[in-house]
């Protein structure tokens, strides 16, 4: 019963730090090419980014192994990671960093992975949905993106912001009802967020 209880408010926190679009993946080779000879401060960014996916990946391992999953092999490839940031620190070269980053992503993403498939504990139902906020998460993030665009041309996007910051009030919303195994309330408040993200893009 212990590990049953620890299962649904751990695999919210997983899902959330798990869910990594491709597109990411795709704007990383982005940014190593375009960071080819301009100096340190762009390292220090991608070491930046990378240093935050190494948290996000200690908090996952952690809450796996508390929940009684062998992570020995993600803690190898945690601590490959962590060399990989060393090396970047010490000669100067964002592409380990990046690697480095990768390696702290794939930790997160088989954590989630490991958990999700110990089916008996979990409800497929809930997983289903914490995907679909995850998912709407990823959408509001683009729309806002574009109105930020928007906005430096000097449009008024004071509607859309006011829409989205309504979206993401629900989302916090939906993942408590979640975290409480609040199925049916998270999906009732899942289509009015959709809604009003859809309304924010229009």
């Given at each position: 019963?212990?590990?049953?209880?620890?299962?649904?408010?751990?695999?919210?926190v997983?899902?959330i730090?798990?869910?990594?679009?491709?597109?990411?993946?795709?704007?990383?080779?982005?940014?190593?090419?375009r960071?080819?000879?301009?100096?340190?401060?762009?390292?220090?960014?991608?070491?930046?980014?990378?240093?935050?996916?190494?948290?996000?990946?200690?908090?996952?391992?952690?809450?796996?192994?508390?929940?009684?999953?062998?992570?020995?092999?993600?803690r190898e490839?945690?601590?490959?990671?962590?060399?990989?940031?060393?090396?970047?620190?010490?000669?100067?070269?964002y592409?380990?960093?990046?690697q480095?980053?990768?390696?702290?992503?794939?930790?997160?993403?088989?954590?989630?992975?490991?958990?999700?498939?110990?089916?008996?504990?979990?409800?497929?139902?809930?997983?289903?949905?914490?995907?679909?906020?995850?998912?709407?998460?990823?959408?509001?993030?683009?729309?806002?993106?574009?109105?930020?665009?928007?906005?430096?041309?000097?449009?008024?996007?004071?509607?859309?912001?006011?829409?989205?910051?309504?979206?993401?009030?629900t989302?916090?919303?939906?993942?408590?009802?979640?975290?409480?195994?609040n199925?049916?309330g998270?999906?009732?408040?899942?289509?009015?967020?959709?809604?009003?993200?859809?309304?924010?893009?229009?």
């Amino acid at each position: 019963m212990e590990r049953v209880t620890w299962v649904i408010p751990c695999i919210l926190v997983l899902s959330i730090l798990a869910y990594i679009p491709l597109a990411t993946y795709a704007y990383q080779g982005g940014v190593a090419y375009r960071l080819q000879g301009k100096g340190d401060e762009k390292l220090e960014q991608i070491i930046d980014l990378a240093e935050k996916a190494r948290i996000r990946a200690n908090v996952s391992l952690q809450i796996a192994q508390n929940l009684g999953f062998d992570i020995s092999r993600l803690r190898e490839m945690y601590n490959l990671g962590l060399q990989l940031m060393n090396r970047a620190l010490g000669e100067g070269n964002y592409s380990y960093a990046l690697q480095a980053m990768n390696a702290f992503r794939e930790c997160i993403r088989n954590s989630t992975k490991m958990i999700a498939e110990d089916k008996s504990n979990i409800s497929m139902g809930w997983i289903g949905l914490t995907v679909a906020v995850n998912r709407l998460e990823e959408f509001v993030e683009r729309v806002n993106e574009s109105a930020e665009a928007l906005e430096a041309y000097g449009v008024d996007v004071s509607s859309v912001e006011n829409l989205l910051k309504e979206v993401n009030d629900t989302i916090a919303e939906i993942k408590s009802l979640l975290a409480d195994g609040n199925v049916s309330g998270a999906a009732k408040l899942l289509g009015d967020a959709r809604a009003k993200a859809a309304e924010a893009l229009a």
